[in-house]
């Protein structure tokens, strides 16, 4: 079935000039872009999207980062596309991410990891509607 899912290029990415060769392996991968843009969040922005990691440890740290620079937002569709995008990335910490994912590739440590994925279908509805409105969504 058709999904669509969020992926956002983190700031270590965008600034290390990495949004070009993360998008080619998305689109290589079968998923279609059907909107996209850059922005900087602030860091009340950052909260609200990471608002289910409030308690965890690394939340304060993770908004701080999120919000240091600009980002890439992006929906991504395709058949299966949360799995499928969420197996493209690899593991959250680089050091047991799967050689071809693009965390392998790219991510620094477990927090400058490059990119973000939708976790579920109910929360990429959720997290699509954080950035983007319909009328900026093609297809
Ligand atoms: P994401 O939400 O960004 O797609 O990543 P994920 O599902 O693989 O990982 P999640 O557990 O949802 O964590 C969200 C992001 O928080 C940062 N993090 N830092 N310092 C730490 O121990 C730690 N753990 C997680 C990462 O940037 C992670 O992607
Ligand atoms: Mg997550």
Avoid: W
Avoid at 44 to 61: L, N
């Amino acid at each position: 079935m058709a999904e669509r899912t969020l992926c956002i290029i983190k700031p270590d990415a965008v600034e290390r000039n990495l949004t070009g060769a993360v998008l080619k392996m998305v689109q290589e991968s079968g998923l279609k872009v059907v909107g996209i843009k850059m922005l900087q969040m602030s860091e009340q922005q950052a909260g609200g999207f990471y608002a289910v990691h409030k308690a965890r440890p690394f939340f304060e740290d993770l908004c701080r980062f999120m919000c240091s620079g600009p980002i890439v937002v992006a929906v991504l569709e395709a058949d299966n596309a949360v799995k499928r995008y969420r197996d493209l990335m690899g593991a959250t910490n680089p050091a047991n991410a799967a050689e071809g994912t693009i965390r392998k590739a790219y991510a620094q440590n477990i927090e400058r990891n490059s990119v973000h994925g939708s976790d579920s279908l109910e929360n990429a509805a959720i997290e699509i509607a954080y950035f983007f409105s319909n009328l900026e969504l093609v297809g």
